[in-house]
């Protein structure tokens, strides 16, 4: 039996394909194209979230440059993805503190971002039609998390697991990291 794809995944894995060539659809390329899509909408989210420093350790135009130079090269939605994903690795990095932007390069990059994804690919953000976004799941998920986190600080790390192989059988993926743990969907 085949798994019913989100709309903006099946978008996501033609735009991943230049538009003269061969479309190969098979259902591996779609499981992969809906990770990287995931992937790149997480990162659009965290953008909201980012902090700001007084200097920007990668250079913003030449990034945006890159995204405008894949358009006018015919159209070329597999380059203007890498640069995207160039855009994630960007994004992560600041979060995790190793890369800083300032405020004013911040929202240039949120802009140039949004205009990618949003208006030249026509992807729609996950939370518009997710149910991740509901308050009530979130806060069920979070009652698990801080379960999970007293699991881990009594030392149950066998009630800590299960949680989140539970979770992830459901397709929600724990993430612990320095701030803590979030979650986010496969």
């Keep these: 039996?085949?798994?019913?794809?989100?709309?903006?995944?099946?978008?996501?894995?033609?735009?991943q394909s230049a538009y003269r060539s061969v479309l190969d659809l098979t259902n591996n390329g779609l499981l992969a194209s809906e990770k990287g899509f995931h992937r790149l909408m997480h990162a659009v989210d965290d953008l909201e979230n980012l902090k700001t420093s007084n200097t920007t350790s990668f250079d913003i135009q030449d990034w945006k440059q890159k995204c405008y130079d894949a358009m006018n090269d015919d159209f070329n939605t597999p380059i203007l993805i890498a640069n995207l994903f160039e855009a994630v690795n960007y994004i992560n990095a600041i979060k995790?503190?190793?890369?800083?932007?300032?405020?004013?390069?911040?929202?240039?990059?949120?802009?140039?971002?949004?205009?990618?994804?949003?208006?030249?690919?026509?992807?729609?953000?996950?939370?518009?039609?997710?149910?991740?976004?509901?308050?009530?799941?979130?806060?069920?998920?979070?009652l698990l998390i801080t379960l999970r986190q007293e699991a881990r600080a009594n030392k149950d790390f066998a009630l800590s697991d299960k949680i989140r192989n539970e979770l992830e059988a459901v397709g929600i993926q724990l993430n612990d990291g320095r701030e803590g743990t979030t979650f986010s969907t496969n």
């Design 1 to 15: 039996m085949s798994k019913a794809y989100n709309p903006n995944v099946v978008r996501f894995f033609m735009m």
């Design 96 to 142: 995790e503190g190793h890369t800083t932007i300032t405020k004013e390069d911040l929202n240039l990059f949120k802009t140039t971002i949004h205009n990618f994804v949003f208006d030249v690919l026509g992807l729609k953000s996950t939370a518009e039609d997710s149910i991740i976004g509901t308050d009530k799941l979130s806060g069920a998920v979070e």
